[in-house]
Each structure stands twice: as structure tokens, then as C-alpha cells.
């Protein structure tokens, strides 16, 4: 039953998302964006990502989504005029579809290896020796070899700058893993490590005021610099205003 009402929701908000791009009217354009924010948040929240599913109906949906349907709401704007510039805006099709294509070439490399073949998949695990002579493998072999050398990085700079160590041996062999080197890149504090007892919102905030202390102050810094900013903008501007209407009535005196 889960997974049926998962494939429910993700159809759900795939087609909301088609419909938000191409309704003429943008008012309800707005409320399909509303309901994709909506079918997202109960889609996480069965997976069992509540705090986010909550975030996404508290953010997207109560501020965001509702401020883009008033902004759409004040401007009134005419089902006529949004019909002429669509027209000219079907002048890029060809464009669009050039990176249509590109986006779904990038898509389709990213793809877990379960839905491609599996036989060049990860060959050091496997025992697939490398090839001395010259290279005559296929792509994902040399994508397989740049994976490895990538963790190969990031384990020599965790070892070198924190001295940890992600290099898992398995079977007398050693393999990398992806999870592994993030965790230890970001979460060095063996302390923190543990959070089989935690919360969600627990988890996420022993991050936020332990390792993230200084990202936390550095976003609040600029958070207040943006909600000082307009003001003082504001303030100057109104002063400019007062100062021109005071010499315009000097003037007709």
C-alpha cells in the first residue's frame, strides 16, 4: 500500500509539473506548482523524511507559492497578451530541444547502474584487473576508474588533514565508499557519529550548532545584511523624496 500511494504521488506531481509549464493561465499555473510543492512533501514524508516534507509545505507552499500567486494576482495580466508572447517565445523551440537532449544525456549517465549493464560495474570490487596494455574498455570503465580516483582524494585528504581514514576492508581487499568519505569529510567528531537514538530534528540540529556553527552565524550575518539593506535603501529614498517636494514648493513660491 506504501509504495502504490509513492507511485501515486511521484505520477501525481510529474503531471502537475508538466501542467505548471504549460498553462496559458497563470493563476493556474501557480495553484499546479502548489500542488506539486504538496504531492512532494507527502511523498517525503512516506519515505519517511518528515522534517523536510514539513519544510516544503511551511516554505514552498506557505510562503513562496502563495507570494508567486499574489505577485500573479496583482498584475492582472490579460489572457491576450500572455497568448502573443507565448507565440514568439515558440521562435526557440529548436533550442529547447538541443538542450532537452543534452539534459537527457546528462540524466541518462547518472543513472543508477541497475537500469544499464552491470558488467563493467565497480571492477576493483569485483577482482576486474585493470588493463596493462592499451585500453580497449568500454566508457563506463574509464567513468568507473575516475569514480575511484576521486575517492581516492577525498580518503588521502581526510587522512592527511583529520587523520581519518574511509578505506573499508572487505575480504582482505579495501573499497571506498561514497556515504563513508562524505560522513568523514564533514563529521569528523568521532562523538558525533552516533545518531542511532536521535530525532530527525535532533540529528539536524546537533549538526547545525556543532559542525555548522560557523555556516549557521555566517548565514544569520547575511540574512540581516539583506533585511537591513532595503531598509536603508527605502529611508534614502524617501528622504530624496521629502527633499524634492520641499524645493519644488520653494521653487512656486
Same mark, same amino acid.
Given at each position: ?163 581519518? /581514514?574511509?578505506? =573499508?576492508?572487505? $575480504?582482505?581487499?579495501? #573499497?571506498? *565508499? !561514497?556515504? +563513508? ?50 531598509? /536603508?535603501?527605502? =529611508?534614502?529614498? $524617501?528622504?530624496?523624496? #521629502?527633499? *524634492? !517636494?520641499? +524645493? ?6
Amino acid at each position: 500500500m506504501n509504495n502504490f500511494l509513492l507511485d501515486i504521488l511521484c505520477i501525481g506531481a510529474i503531471i502537475s509539473g508538466i501542467l505548471v509549464i504549460t498553462s496559458k493561465n497563470p493563476v493556474v499555473s501557480v495553484l499546479f506548482l502548489i500542488s506539486v510543492f504538496v504531492q512532494v512533501a507527502g511523498y517525503l514524508c512516506l519515505l519517511g523524511v518528515g522534517f523536510i516534507g514539513i519544510s516544503y509545505l511551511i516554505v514552498y507552499v506557505g510562503a513562496i507559492a502563495i507570494l508567486f500567486l499574489f505577485v500573479v494576482m496583482m498584475l492582472n495580466l490579460q489572457l491576450q497578451e500572455l497568448t502573443i508572447v507565448g507565440k514568439e517565445y515558440t521562435q526557440n523551440l529548436p533550442l529547447g530541444a538541443i538542450l532537452g537532449s543534452l539534459f537527457l544525456y546528462i540524466f541518462v549517465q547518472i543513472l543508477p547502474f541497475s537500469f544499464k549493464d552491470q558488467s563493467s560495474f565497480n571492477f576493483k570490487e569485483q577482482g576486474i584487473p585493470l588493463p596493462s596494455g592499451p585500453w580497449n574498455g568500454s566508457w563506463q570503465e574509464i567513468t568507473d576508474l575516475i569514480k575511484e580516483m576521486k575517492l581516492y582524494i577525498v580518503n588521502f585528504v581526510n587522512q592527511k588533514l583529520f587523520g581519518n /581514514s574511509s578505506i =573499508i576492508p572487505v $575480504n582482505d581487499t579495501t #573499497i571506498f *565508499t !561514497n556515504a +563513508n568519505d562524505i560522513h568523514l569529510t564533514f563529521n569528523t567528531m568521532q562523538a558525533d557519529q552516533n545518531f542511532q537514538s536521535f530525532l530527525q530534528i535532533q540529528s539536524i540540529g546537533q549538526i547545525l550548532y556543532t559542525n555548522g556553527m560557523a555556516w549557521l552565524i555566517l548565514c544569520s550575518i547575511i540574512l540581516l545584511l539583506a533585511m537591513i539593506g532595503p531598509i /536603508s535603501l527605502s =529611508i534614502n529614498t $524617501n528622504k530624496q523624496s #521629502i527633499n *524634492t !517636494n520641499h +524645493n519644488i514648493s520653494l521653487f512656486l513660491q
